[in-house]
């Protein structure tokens, strides 16, 4: 509960500060700022992929989860559709209880995790460059347990489901109008799985990624296209 308590406060500070930096940072006089619009832009609907990396730690151990998004931009402030995720590299956890005959009290456990996830993305901050969002992720998936025995090899000790939902606040600049970096907090939350799993990984997390337009990007190649043509 303190944690979740820390992420609303954290998200709230950063968001704060991400307005600030935005009234500091656009000037020109023909920038267009709006809170919670309901249309942004001209196109009805727009393809968009995204690339996520999100990190997060518990017990000093980093939990490096990368992903790729596929989805649907609507009105330019709803965005929704799907990814798929899965751990960078294998977790490395020590003083998880764990209930296997010829596991060592404090023996090491590595976790192989992989999921898939439904999102919506809801714009309440649209600029020229900048946009804050509100996404919220519901997935689910499997993750396999592995355990160090008596003689130091790593045995299978569990392979369970287990469903997640997570939310926060996201941040994008937008370098061209089909390409921006993006930034991220939020908190992850795992249920229907068992108690070491939810300990592992309920968590906040930060992350960072980028989005790619594909319809402002075909615009963008055809674009230059057309003025290599010309005489």
Request: hydrophobic share 40%.
């Amino acid at each position: 509960m303190k944690s979740i308590f820390l992420v609303i406060i954290f998200s709230f500070l950063f968001t704060q500060l991400a307005i600030g930096q935005i009234d500091n940072s656009i000037s020109s006089p023909d920038t267009t700022r709006t809170f919670f619009p309901k249309t942004y832009g001209t196109k009805k609907w727009k393809p968009v992929i995204g690339f996520d990396a999100t990190r997060s730690y518990y017990s000093d151990a980093p939990v490096k989860i990368n992903g790729l998004r596929f989805g649907v931009e609507y009105l330019g402030v709803h965005r929704f559709g799907f990814g798929f995720y899965g751990l960078k590299k294998d977790v490395i956890f020590s003083h998880i209880p764990v209930d296997y005959p010829t596991a060592k009290p404090g023996a090491l456990v590595i976790f192989k995790v992989n999921y898939a996830a439904v999102f919506y993305e809801r714009v309440f901050f649209k600029s020229k460059r900048w946009e804050i969002a509100i996404p919220a992720y519901l997935g689910g998936g499997g993750v396999e347990g592995f355990v160090q025995d008596s003689l130091g090899f790593y045995q299978k000790y569990m392979a369970n489901s287990f469903s997640s939902l997570s939310t926060g606040t996201a941040v994008k600049f937008y370098i061209w109008p089909w390409l921006a970096p993006r930034i991220s907090i939020g908190y992850r939350f795992m249920f229907n799985t068992e108690k070491s799993i939810r300990k592992a990984f309920n968590a906040p997390y930060y992350s960072f990624g980028i989005a790619i337009v594909l319809g402002e990007l075909y615009k963008a190649v055809r674009k230059k296209e057309k003025e290599k043509r010309k005489p």
